[in-house]
């Protein structure tokens, strides 16, 4: 079992990667499983419709990381932890490394304390394979903008904002390489997913 997670800006593709490699798992046999952050589990959504609802009273940047890091340690020990622990591989739309780059370099709180928040939600339990959906903010605000679904509070930041959301993730993948792949994600699905396999493939995961 392995846990992945899939990090880029809104409109990246992340979605649609985890299902096809879910489906690709599960053809080989494998146990599998598809979650998100924020939820994953009915208290840690319940804080994620509080994080992004619209129209509503939101929380300073530092109540904003305290909630992301409650989702998260719920959905530790609630899902992600017993799944690894059963062989299951995890597949998580997002986890830690989001929260550095919208809360570190998008609202600015200090690097140190959302480290040090992130490794104690986290329990021990960090995505072994980071995979980075890298698109310009201009061309994921175009695949934004053809969804039905109205955007969230975080999806109407500022451009400046996602800007520094998108230098977060790339940084990141910066000082630990080994952990992460970042991949063009104006690339097609097809093309997204050959490149995802050869990667588990190299590390002898498939």
């Known amino acids: 079992m392995h846990f992945l997670s899939f990090e880029g800006l809104d409109g990246s593709g992340k979605s649609t990667l985890m299902k096809t490699l879910a489906k690709y798992l599960r053809d080989l046999g494998r146990a599998v499983i598809t979650t998100r952050e924020p939820g994953g589990t009915p208290l840690a959504e ?38 690894l622990d059963q062989g299951t591989w995890v597949l998580c739309d997002r986890f830690s490394e989001s929260s550095v780059a919208f809360q570190c370099y998008g609202r600015q709180l200090p ?26 903010l201009e061309v994921a605000r175009a695949r934004q ?53 050869a990667e588990l493939e190299r590390r002898g995961w498939l």
């Open 145 to 197: 903008g053809r969804r039905a679904e109205a955007a969230d509070r975080m999806e109407r930041e500022a451009d400046d904002f996602h800007q520094r959301v998108r230098r977060g993730f790339l940084e990141q993948s910066q000082e630990e390489p080994e952990r992460w792949l970042v991949l063009d994600a104006a690339l097609s699905a097809d093309e997204l997913f050959s490149l995802t396999r």
């Open 46 to 83: 319940d804080v994620r419709n509080l994080i992004l609802r619209v129209g509503e009273e939101a929380p300073v940047p530092r109540s904003e990381l305290f909630l992301y890091e409650a989702s998260r340690a719920q959905h530790v020990a609630k899902v992600i932890r017993p799944a």
């Open 111 to 136: 690097r140190q304390q959302v480290d040090l928040l992130n490794r104690f939600a986290e329990d021990g339990v960090r995505p072994e394979l980071v995979v980075l959906l890298d698109l310009p």
